[in-house]
């Protein structure tokens, strides 16, 4: 049973810095994608940025150049550092993992079968 739990939310003024962290269990599979994804109340959920189980990444590119993802593999971990935070970028952040999975060509994988329950980020100007 794979559990995502996400940690690190909160409010910061905008060009600051957030770290969002995800903690994973379960996730025993040898191929893999886990991801941030967020969403804003009355708007589809957006793909912020993505890993698999051999280092690619995705990001969106309204993000590219202002958020790290990356994967502590022995702490079975997933981190997204946020720099440069717009107001924009306001929104529930859920980390998301999908078993025998591989990115393509530096595209997020959207249909994700596992969901953390979200940490909120507000961005103020």
């Known amino acids: 049973q794979v559990q995502l739990v996400e940690s690190g939310g909160g409010s910061v003024q905008s060009g600051g810095s957030l770290r969002l962290s995800c903690a994973a269990s379960?996730?025993?599979?040898?191929?893999?994608?886990i991801g941030w994804f967020r969403q804003v109340p009355g708007k589809e959920r957006e793909g912020v940025a993505e890993?698999?189980?051999?280092?690619?990444?995705a990001y969106a590119d309204s993000v590219k150049g202002r958020f790290t993802i990356s994967h502590d593999n022995a702490k079975n971990t997933l981190y997204l550092q946020m720099n440069s935070l717009k107001v924009e970028d306001t929104a529930t952040y859920y980390c998301?993992?999908?078993?025998?999975?591989?990115?393509?060509?530096?595209?997020?994988?959207?249909?994700?079968?596992?969901w953390g329950k979200g940490t909120l980020v507000t961005i103020s100007s």
């Open positions: 890993i698999d189980w051999n280092g690619n990444t």
């Open positions: 998301a993992a999908e078993p025998w999975c591989t990115l393509v060509a530096g595209k997020i994988y959207y249909d994700m079968d596992y």
């Open positions: 379960g996730i025993t599979y040898s191929s893999y994608c």
